[in-house]
């Protein structure tokens, strides 16, 4: 950010810095390229030279910092803090990770009567308690959110002048946390009120479904049952998956010219770790939809889209929440129940399965009360055709599916109107927020660790990264 104009005068500090970061530039610039700047020019000279300017600057730029902090430490002998008198006891060296790598620098240490110390240089710089400056902890907890702590620690390793330990970044992941937690709700809510609508929004959608992630916790495991008898602890192997939720708030456009579709201007998303009858995540989800409201005029079309799980409109159904919703079931989940009932009608590859398929998959998008002529269709075929057992109990549990749906099936009417039908962000929230990042090989998680991951996660996703970290510098710059 840039604090005077290009045409004004440098302060004496500045003079001061810029003198300290030349010395150190040139040292630096002599030590390290003298040799290789004689050499013949290849890959390896060249390589020789951008390390010798890479350290060279890292260490300017040091020396600047370092004679900018010693500058703004505190000069008087005797301070108050609060209610408390502090006198200067000596000065203390500490490190820190900088931008540019490590660096050692003294601060003025001060101690009241009971031996509590204070450092007001820590204090004022927002670093009490901290090892990385706040432009490294942004970058590592930026990173983190879309791959491992190790993979962030090797990617500053190739890419950046400082390098953190994995370790490090643990360590710094959970003081971010610490400092917002507990404030989530505030600092979402602060978030929230400084967007505004996209332009020409037409429709609302709100969305919300699950995806597995394996806890660290015990639990019966999942998959072919071992083929040998086990006992002992491999019996209780930490082996719990447990539903994660994930919600999207999506605003819609006009159908552009040649689309069917409608255009999706922005979509915004909450996900919580899993958590019995979801409670966090319900309320985070109201909360978010109480803000996508308040940002929508009257004539906007609101409607919930989500998949078939019962436990989700369990939840929607005659919640008062949500009145004046239309509802809606994905279409393409729909039309997965519909191929599962086209296989136990006539046989699972067969031609008039497809045929039935096809026929029926078009009249739902085409024709209204297309779901009640899919259960004629059904019922019929039912009485006529003669079914083995499982496939009559197959097509007896699509049956119910459509009875129980059928009300939120008029893909017709909403194709005419330009809304949308199928629930694609909310289903690419569970794959790009939850199990691109908390299901790769190996991983279990504990709550508090994978919500730590997630809620970073979907600051990022949900293009509100810079506005996050505002936040959080001022609730640091508060403490």
């Known amino acids: 950010k840039k604090l005077a104009q290009p045409n004004e005068e440098p302060t004496m500090l500045v003079e001061k810095m810029l003198v300290a970061a030349m010395a150190e530039y040139k040292k630096f610039l002599l030590e390290y390229c003298s040799g290789a700047a004689e050499l013949e020019l290849s890959p390896a000279s060249s390589a020789l030279i951008v390390s010798g300017l890479h350290q060279a600057a890292n260490a300017a730029s040091k ?108 360590e710094a ?39 597995n992630v394996l806890l660290n916790e015990p639990g019966k495991k999942r998959g072919r049952p071992a083929e040998r008898p086990k006992g002992g602890a491999e019996e ?7 539903n994660a939720m994930a919600g999207s708030f999506s605003f ?10 409608p255009r999706r201007l922005r979509t915004r998303y909450v996900v919580h770790m899993p958590e019995d009858l979801a409670p966090t995540f319900k309320r985070r989800f109201e909360d978010e939809l109480n803000a996508a409201e308040g940002l929508c005029s009257q004539d906007v079309v609101k409607v ?16 008062l929440r949500f009145a004046g919703y239309e509802t809606l079931i994905d279409y393409w989940h729909a039309a997965e129940h519909l191929s599962l009932a086209a296989e136990a009608l006539f046989g699972k590859g067969t031609e008039k399965a497809k045929a039935w ?69 909310v289903e690419a929230a569970c794959k790009s927020l939850i199990k691109n990042r908390m299901c790769r090989s190996g991983m279990r998680w504990s709550r508090e660790g994978g919500q730590r991951i997630l809620d970073l996660r979907c600051y990022v996703k949900s293009n509100r990264w810079d506005l996050f970290w505002k936040e959080y510098l001022a609730l640091q710059h508060a403490a």
Not at 252 to 261: M, P, R, S, T
Not at 304 to 319: E, F, K, Q, T, V
């Open 357 to 425: 398929y096809n026929d029926y998959a078009e009249k739902l998008l085409e024709q209204d009360n297309a779901a009640r002529a899919v259960l004629k269709s059904m019922a019929y075929y039912l009485q006529t055709l003669k079914l083995p057992r499982s496939r009559r109990d197959d097509l007896k549990t699509q049956q119910t599916f459509f009875e129980r749906n059928q009300s939120k099936m008029n893909y017709a009417d909403f194709r005419r109107r330009g809304l949308p039908i199928g629930s694609g962000p």
């Open 173 to 211: 992941l959970e003081r971010i946390e610490a400092r917002v937690s507990d404030l989530r709700d505030s600092v979402d809510e602060r978030i929230r009120e400084q967007e505004s609508a996209p332009e020409n929004v037409r429709v609302l959608v709100a969305s919300m479904d699950g995806a």
């Open 63 to 170: 020396a600047a910092l370092r004679l900018f902090l010693e500058a703004k430490d505190e000069t008087d002998d005797l301070i108050r803090v609060g209610q408390d008198s502090y006198r200067f006891k000596f000065l203390s060296e500490r490190e820190a990770l900088s931008p540019w790598g490590k660096m050692r620098f003294a601060r003025r240490l001060f101690q009241n009567a009971k031996d509590q110390s204070h450092v007001p240089l820590d204090s004022a710089w927002g670093m009490s308690g901290e090892f990385m400056m706040a432009e490294v902890r942004e970058a590592v907890a930026f990173a983190s959110a879309h791959v491992t702590p190790q993979e962030v620690a090797e990617l500053m390793e190739k890419s950046a002048q400082f390098h953190p330990h994995r370790t490090q970044i643990l």
């Open 252 to 261: 819609y456009g006009a159908v552009e010219e040649g689309k069917k579709c």
């Open 304 to 319: 919930i889209l989500c998949d078939g799980a019962r436990s989700i409109w369990s939840y929607i159904d005659g919640n």
């Open 236 to 242: 209780e192997s930490k082996t719990s998956y447990k």
